[in-house]
């Protein structure tokens, strides 16, 4: 099956902790996203990926961290430099970014600081 | 700064009723507006979008509006069922760096 894969599924951290999420394609993409959801907002983009070894600053971008070794894997690291890290991560990959290309979602990461 | 404001934040209709999601941008230069489904426990799914030289897109039960000069886009849901209770979100591509600005979601309802 080809999709986004995220892991894990719910996360706990104390604070003070940096903290990797995980992000795997399997759709050949070029381009991965970042994005973080609040309840009563909408997806705020954090980091986005247009090729490997290249990414760029999304909107909220203060107190994470991306790498892009890899076509299929984007991983995040929210850092203890990030405020206020509780939220819903979502990841998600697409053809190539720009134009008017869908974007495919995985499941989500839900990331609670202690 | 760029920013969408999706309306109603909630909604609840009948099931066989209609459902009207509304969302204004501000950034004129924007061509491209997308809709997504959420439901519970998952991620986002592209269900409909349109682009800026066209006025209306329908697909089955689903439609999109876009009204250019008055800068708002709507989604129509005609003939509800149970299986669309999801959070919808709209959304617009930024001109400058051709990312998505999202507004902040519609919980839709669909009472039996």
């Known amino acids: 099956d080809g999709g986004i894969t995220q892991s894990p599924k719910y996360l706990f951290r104390k604070e003070g902790q940096n903290v990797t999420l995980s992000c795997e394609q399997n759709l050949n993409h070029d381009a991965m996203y970042w994005y973080r959801q609040d309840p009563g907002q909408g997806l705020r983009l954090i980091y986005y990926s247009q090729i490997v070894n290249d990414f760029q600053k999304g909107d909220i971008a203060e107190g994470y961290s991306v790498s892009r070794e890899k076509k299929e894997s984007f991983p995040l690291t929210v850092t203890s430099a990030q405020k206020n890290p509780t939220a819903f991560y979502l990841c998600?990959?697409?053809?190539?970014?720009?134009?008017?290309?869908?974007?495919?979602f995985g499941p989500g990461t839900r990331l609670t600081v202690l | 700064g760029e920013n969408v404001e999706q309306h109603p934040s909630t909604l609840s209709v009948q099931e066989g009723d209609s459902a009207v999601i509304k969302c204004t941008y501000s950034?004129?230069?924007?061509?491209?507006f997308p809709w997504y489904k959420q439901e519970l426990g998952k991620g986002p799914q592209l269900i409909i979008d349109i682009r800026s030289n066209v006025g209306e897109k329908k697909d089955q039960r689903i439609a999109v509006t876009l009204n250019k000069t008055a800068k708002h886009f709507s989604l129509h849901i005609t003939e509800t069922q149970p299986e669309d209770s999801a959070v919808y979100f709209c959304a617009a591509r930024r001109d400058s760096n051709y990312q998505l600005i999202w507004g902040a979601g519609t919980k839709l309802i669909i009472k039996p």
């Open positions: 950034d004129s230069a924007s061509n491209y």
């Open positions: 998600a990959s697409s053809i190539r970014t720009g134009l008017n290309n869908e974007q495919f």
